[in-house]
Protein backbone atom coordinates (compact mmCIF):
# COMPACT_ATOMS: atom_id res chain seq x y z
CA UNK A 1 0.00 0.00 0.00
CA UNK A 2 1.43 3.51 -1.11
CA UNK A 3 0.16 6.61 0.99
CA UNK A 4 1.44 10.19 -0.03
CA UNK A 5 1.26 12.67 3.03
CA UNK A 6 1.17 16.49 1.78
CA UNK A 7 2.19 19.25 4.12
CA UNK A 8 3.01 23.04 3.97
CA UNK A 9 -0.66 24.46 3.16
CA UNK A 10 -1.80 27.02 5.64
CA UNK A 11 -3.13 30.88 5.54
CA UNK A 12 -0.85 33.74 3.72
CA UNK A 13 -1.45 37.30 2.65
CA UNK A 14 -0.80 38.12 -0.97
CA UNK A 15 2.10 38.65 -2.13
CA UNK A 16 3.38 35.72 0.01
CA UNK A 17 5.02 32.29 0.08
CA UNK A 18 4.40 28.70 1.05
CA UNK A 19 5.84 25.68 0.20
CA UNK A 20 4.16 22.37 -0.01
CA UNK A 21 5.70 18.93 0.32
CA UNK A 22 4.35 15.40 -0.32
CA UNK A 23 6.02 12.28 0.42
CA UNK A 24 5.20 9.32 -0.99
CA UNK A 25 5.78 6.08 1.32
CA UNK A 26 4.94 2.34 1.52
CA UNK A 27 6.14 -0.63 -0.16
CA UNK A 28 8.89 -0.95 -2.85
CA UNK A 29 7.44 0.79 -5.50
CA UNK A 30 8.58 3.09 -8.50
CA UNK A 31 7.45 6.42 -9.29
CA UNK A 32 7.06 8.04 -12.51
CA UNK A 33 5.24 11.93 -13.00
CA UNK A 34 4.27 13.18 -9.78
CA UNK A 35 2.25 16.39 -9.72
CA UNK A 36 -0.01 19.50 -7.72
CA UNK A 37 -3.63 19.53 -8.67
CA UNK A 38 -6.14 22.35 -6.97
CA UNK A 39 -10.07 22.24 -6.43
CA UNK A 40 -12.29 24.94 -5.34
CA UNK A 41 -15.81 24.12 -4.32
CA UNK A 42 -18.05 23.82 -7.67
CA UNK A 43 -15.02 23.61 -9.96
CA UNK A 44 -13.14 20.31 -11.22
CA UNK A 45 -9.72 19.71 -9.96
CA UNK A 46 -7.16 21.25 -12.46
CA UNK A 47 -3.52 20.23 -13.00
CA UNK A 48 -1.29 22.80 -10.90
CA UNK A 49 2.28 21.50 -12.28
CA UNK A 50 3.70 18.11 -13.20
CA UNK A 51 7.57 17.37 -12.86
CA UNK A 52 9.25 13.81 -14.61
CA UNK A 53 11.39 11.48 -12.78
CA UNK A 54 14.16 13.33 -14.94
CA UNK A 55 13.17 16.49 -13.52
CA UNK A 56 11.03 17.80 -16.84
CA UNK A 57 8.41 20.23 -15.47
CA UNK A 58 5.06 21.02 -16.61
CA UNK A 59 3.21 24.42 -15.83
CA UNK A 60 -0.75 25.61 -15.78
CA UNK A 61 -0.74 29.15 -17.62
CA UNK A 62 -1.69 30.70 -14.09
CA UNK A 63 1.16 29.47 -12.05
CA UNK A 64 3.66 29.67 -14.95
CA UNK A 65 6.40 32.63 -13.27
CA UNK A 66 5.39 31.84 -9.53
CA UNK A 67 5.30 28.84 -9.10
CA UNK A 68 8.31 25.81 -9.24
CA UNK A 69 7.43 22.01 -8.53
CA UNK A 70 10.91 20.12 -7.75
CA UNK A 71 11.51 16.89 -6.46
CA UNK A 72 13.77 14.60 -4.48
CA UNK A 73 13.73 11.06 -5.64
CA UNK A 74 15.89 9.26 -3.08
CA UNK A 75 13.10 10.66 -0.80
CA UNK A 76 10.02 9.81 -3.14
CA UNK A 77 9.13 13.74 -2.17
CA UNK A 78 7.65 16.38 -4.63
CA UNK A 79 7.81 20.02 -3.63
CA UNK A 80 5.62 23.27 -4.69
CA UNK A 81 7.14 26.72 -4.14
CA UNK A 82 4.38 29.11 -4.13
CA UNK A 83 5.76 32.45 -5.03
CA UNK A 84 3.46 35.84 -5.27
CA UNK A 85 0.45 33.77 -4.13
CA UNK A 86 -2.48 35.61 -5.17
CA UNK A 87 -6.30 35.53 -3.67
CA UNK A 88 -7.22 33.45 -6.97
CA UNK A 89 -4.36 30.45 -6.02
CA UNK A 90 -6.82 29.89 -3.36
CA UNK A 91 -7.97 26.20 -3.03
CA UNK A 92 -7.61 22.44 -1.80
CA UNK A 93 -3.72 21.14 -2.97
CA UNK A 94 -3.61 17.50 -3.70
CA UNK A 95 -0.28 16.07 -4.94
CA UNK A 96 -0.90 13.18 -7.45
CA UNK A 97 2.44 10.37 -8.10
CA UNK A 98 2.22 7.93 -11.14
CA UNK A 99 3.34 4.47 -9.30
CA UNK A 100 3.92 0.82 -10.23
CA UNK A 101 4.96 -1.68 -7.96
CA UNK A 102 7.14 -2.98 -10.97
CA UNK A 103 8.15 -1.96 -14.41
CA UNK A 104 6.06 -4.68 -15.91
CA UNK A 105 2.94 -3.84 -13.51
CA UNK A 106 0.23 -1.26 -14.54
CA UNK A 107 0.54 2.32 -13.63
CA UNK A 108 -1.93 3.89 -11.02
CA UNK A 109 -2.89 6.99 -9.74
CA UNK A 110 -2.62 7.57 -5.98
CA UNK A 111 -3.75 11.01 -4.18
CA UNK A 112 -2.34 13.15 -1.25
CA UNK A 113 -5.28 13.81 1.38
CA UNK A 114 -5.25 17.47 0.00
CA UNK A 115 -4.02 20.49 2.34
CA UNK A 116 -5.86 24.14 2.12
CA UNK A 117 -3.96 27.29 1.13
CA UNK A 118 -5.72 30.46 1.01
CA UNK A 119 -4.69 33.51 0.20
CA UNK A 120 -6.58 36.70 1.29
CA UNK A 121 -5.72 39.90 3.23
Known amino acids: QVQLVESGGGLVQPGGSLRLSCAAS????????MGWYRQVPGKQRELVAS???????NYRDPVKGRFTISRDNAKNTVFLQMDSLKPEDTAVYYC???????????????WGQGTQVTVSS
Open 26 to 33: GSAFIIDV
Open 96 to 110: NANITRSPWSNWNDY
Open 51 to 57: IRRDGNT
